[in-house]
Nanobody, 115 residues
């Protein structure tokens, strides 16, 4: 069983930055693929960024060049550095862990980009 706790969300002006963190409990964190999803009001949840256990990363086209996903296996934590934020980045951001058939979600953290 893995528990995921996100933090770092908040209100930021357009063009600003935030760093989200996702702390994981449980064993074998380094074996999990880790993802960040987001869901805006009235929209479907979408994959934003992913980092494999070996460290390979991938991003949604809408955030490429602005967001960076990273992981610190010693701290059981995955990060999402978000720069040049836009109002359309406003959403609840969710951390997600996957290993084989096992899949876990965090409770989400709100990110609001507004002047």
């Amino acid at each position: 069983q893995v528990q995921l706790v996100e933090s770092g969300g908040g209100l930021v002006q357009p063009g600003g930055s935030l760093r989200l963190s996702c702390a994981a409990s449980g064993r074998a964190f380094s074996s999990y693929g880790m993802n960040w999803f987001r869901q805006a009001p009235g929209k479907q949840r979408e994959l934003v960024a992913t980092i494999a256990s070996a460290g390979r990363t991938d991003y949604a086209d809408s955030v490429k060049g602005r967001f960076t996903i990273s992981r610190d296996n010693a701290k059981n934590t995955v990060y999402l550095q978000m720069n040049s934020l836009k109002p359309e980045d406003t959403a609840v951001y969710y951390c997600h862990a996957v290993w084989g058939l096992n899949s876990y979600w965090g409770q989400g953290t709100q990110v609001t980009v507004s002047s």
